[in-house]
């Protein structure tokens, strides 16, 4: 049973109050009195937010701690997934201690919840998925970590793929995942045929990558959108990075929108900075729930990126060339709110009955704590507090 | 005279060793033995690299230090211009305490070299041109501020322009801006014209703002072309932004690539993100000069950016696509090297014999030291040390 009581605190930049937590969850706003036995903690004035949500990382890549990989590699897509199932042993990225990395990371800087896609391919069978399962239940109570199953590899081109993916279904997985039917399974109508049969078999959500851009990426969600037809998956399929949604092409992009609100498909971003990606204005307006992620981070894919929604948040809003405080609580809303539409969490969010998950920012308004970026005083999940100034009660490995 | 020993750290990441300073200059690197009187500072093996360089920013615009400016206005770029122009002295946006806070937080992340363009209006006359040159004068040894005159809400379309330019030139601005000649001014051959004219008669280079994009910018290009072959200022004259070179167009983007590398036009860049941008690999390897600035930060136009050039080498480094560290280490060079060849500084760069502006950066490698973006340990300049841990020697005002 957790109880707290957090004072001084301002919810989404509103007046200061308190915020009590009875058995994990939040129980009142308001000024509460200090009882004996109820933890308290003072806030100092800092805005309170629900948990941000990572929605599209990948816990089981990165070399966050490690020595510095070099990376002089030239590589397209396909030479950095191969690359890295090829090596990524023998470099010591070693699945279990660097999802924990990830993980602790994520909750240091105020996440609460992760969807974390994790490869499953024919040289490591599930023993990556297992790694990540691992860290899952380590840090059950620190940060809620949901597993999609992903043929990183691809799934025809790589022939007992599919079996894989139906047995990480059977040991835990939540979500089903897939990647460029096109672009790198060379063979759209098996993958898709495949994916959405194990989705349905298992009675399980789609999140499908797809990098595939303009044309292709085009032809691709309408396979895509044929399929939750047929299938009747509405509201069951997301597609992540939808860089075909960038494409300078008004009335077209307009169309495919159409159809996503309509399907309820749900889009996730990274706001990758260096091509065309969906407008996460654009997506709102038409009631497209948004989520976002960091993605990879300091992988052998490449160096960027931090296990921080918050910045994460920056490179959306600059990407997206959104300038004003309220585009600048939208990009907030995604890294939060979005997260949790995504995954259909029930009980999220800074209300009185959800569960306490959430964390103080630092800044005058919302969007001025977008912008600072700046270290989080405390992330409190279930009412337990996780994480103070940056750094959390547990130890990265 | 300043002399310093600076023990034990790794120039441009290569083998440890001792940076010995006498009068100012670098006399040599080494191992050095302390001496009576020679102030001596412990390196701990960071790595050394030349001072960084913001070779384009707005000294006069800043919010910050002040308390969050919120905006909720809808504007294209007049409608930026306009806006600030009739409020920043309302909104308390002094130009003298402003460029300070400014320029010492570059200072503090390790900026030895600024060129900021400052605002000349027939509003405002030459009074916000005065407060930067106060703060040259203020912060003289500790950062060096080079000025350029400029005509931020137009020259043709505001008379009395031109007049205020020519003073400005008079009075100490060592460059000669302008902007967007059609999209700002309505006019491109009055205002290049008028500003040719002036560089020509003051004998100063000019450095143009061109966010005309696509055909719009390039048939500006065009005309920048034409006055500096007529003019002979090959060599003397930067485009900043020139977003048009960012147009999805090959052959024509080589086209104009070559014109400014035979014309010695040099880049700069902000790495903006949310438009289309030159490709610095592409300039550089056409061998343009490419330098790069932070742009305004945190100003009434948008509330991005901090000052901080290696937070700018990583936006510039995400929005181009480079994930390589030999790449890495090209945008580490735009962000210092680059800002020197701009400029044209005599007496640049971490070799014997130069002047002693440097800082020291934190991680394994070049490439390391740009992706985490860490407090720089210290800051040299002319042999001083002006900055520690990320903190000056001197206090924003």
Same mark, same amino acid.
Do not use: K, Y
């Given at each position: 049973m957790t109880d707290l009581?957090?004072?001084?605190?301002? &919810? /989404?930049a509103a007046e200061p109050c308190d915020i009590l937590v009875r058995d994990g969850a939040i129980a009142g706003f308001g000024r509460f009195e200090p009882e004996p036995g109820l933890p308290v903690e003072e806030g100092g004035g800092a805005i309170a937010v629900p948990g941000l949500i990572d929605a599209h990382t990948h816990l089981d890549k990165t070399t966050w701690g490690m020595s510095w990989h070099v990376n002089n590699r030239p590589a397209a897509l396909r030479g950095r997934i191969d690359f890295e199932r090829d090596n990524r042993a023998?470099? #010591?990225?070693? &699945?279990?201690?660097?999802? /924990?990395?990830?993980?602790i990371g994520l909750a240091a800087h105020g996440a609460t919840h992760i969807r974390s896609h994790v490869d499953i391919d024919t040289t490591h069978g599930l023993s990556i998925v297992e790694g990540v399962l691992e860290t899952r239940e380590k840090l059950r109570g620190l940060i809620d970590i949901e597993i999609v199953a992903f043929p990183q590899s691809g799934v025809m081109v790589m022939p007992g793929t599919v079996e894989l993916l139906d047995e990480a279904l059977r040991q835990g997985c939540e979500v089903l995942g897939g990647i460029d039917p096109c672009g790198i399974d060379r063979d759209p109508k098996g993958q898709l045929d495949a994916l959405f049969a194990l989705a349905v078999k298992h009675q399980r959500p789609l999140d499908i990558h797809l990098h595939e /851009?303009?044309?292709? #990426?085009?032809?691709? /969600?309408g396979l895509i959108f044929e399929r939750i037809r047929t299938n009747g998956m509405q509201g069951q399929v997301a597609i992540s990075h939808a860089f075909a949604l960038g494409m300078n092409d008004y009335l077209r992009v #307009?169309?495919?929108?159409?159809?996503?609100?309509?399907?309820?498909?749900?889009?996730?971003?990274?706001?990758? &900075?260096?091509v065309a990606v969906p407008s996460v204005m654009?997506?709102?307006?038409? #009631?497209?729930?948004?989520?976002?992620g960091c993605d990879g981070i300091r992988d052998t894919w490449g160096p960027w990126g931090q296990p921080d929604m918050l910045d994460r948040a920056k490179v959306i809003g600059m990407k997206n060339g959104l300038r004003q405080d309220h585009e600048l609580e939208d990009v907030l809303n995604i890294v939060s709110q979005g997260g949790a539409d995504l995954m259909r969490l029930e009980s999220y969010g800074l209300k009185e009955g959800c569960r306490a998950d959430f964390t103080l920012l630092t800044g005058e308004t919302l969007a001025h704590a977008v912008v600072d970026v700046a270290p989080r005083p405390l992330v409190v999940k279930g009412g337990r507090v996780v994480a103070r100034q940056g750094l959390t009660v547990v130890d990265m490995p």
């Open positions: 009581l957090l004072r001084n605190v301002r &919810p /989404m023998a470099i #010591g990225i070693d &699945p279990h201690r660097q999802s /924990m990395r990830h993980a /851009m303009a044309d292709l #990426g085009a032809f691709t /969600m #307009g169309a495919l929108i159409e159809q996503i609100a309509e399907l309820d498909v749900a889009i996730v971003t990274t706001g990758a &900075p260096s654009r997506l709102r307006e038409a #009631g497209v729930r948004v989520a976002a």
